[in-house]
């Protein structure tokens, strides 16, 4: 079993910051990609940000130059440092990993609960 546990989040006003993090546990052999999504009232799921154990990292452009992806790969956290922060970043934030379970294995996607995002104006 894996898990992925998404913490942060919450309330801000414009122009402020949040920060949100997600730890993926369990029966964990490789992660290779964790990301951050989010889901707006009516609108489909997006990729906000990702970042691959080569630590490449690609970012939604609306968000370049205001979030920062980062990784701890020995632990299995991804971080999600949000600046200026827009009203229209309001969402819920979901983490994902795409995890390998074992070597015969290959890999999964599992999914956090999801953490709402508040930005007022």
């Known amino acids: 079993q894996v898990q992925v546990v998404e913490s942060g989040g919450g309330l801000a006003q414009a122009g402020g910051s949040l920060d949100l993090s997600c730890a993926a546990s369990g029966t964990i052999l490789r992660v290779n990609t964790m990301g951050w999504y989010r889901q707006a009232p009516g609108q489909q799921r997006e990729l906000v940000a990702q970042?691959?154990?080569?630590?490449?990292?690609t970012y939604q452009d609306s968000v370049k130059g205001r979030f920062t992806i980062s990784i701890d790969d020995v632990n299995n956290i991804a971080y999600l440092q949000m600046n200026s922060l827009k009203p229209e970043d309001t969402a819920v934030y979901y983490c994902?990993?795409?995890?390998?379970?074992?070597?015969?294995?290959?890999?999964?996607?599992?999914w956090g609960q999801g953490t709402q995002v508040t930005v007022s104006s």
């Open positions: 970042v691959t154990e080569g630590l490449a990292r």
């Open positions: 994902s990993a795409d995890v390998q379970i074992a070597d015969r294995e290959g890999f999964r996607t599992y």
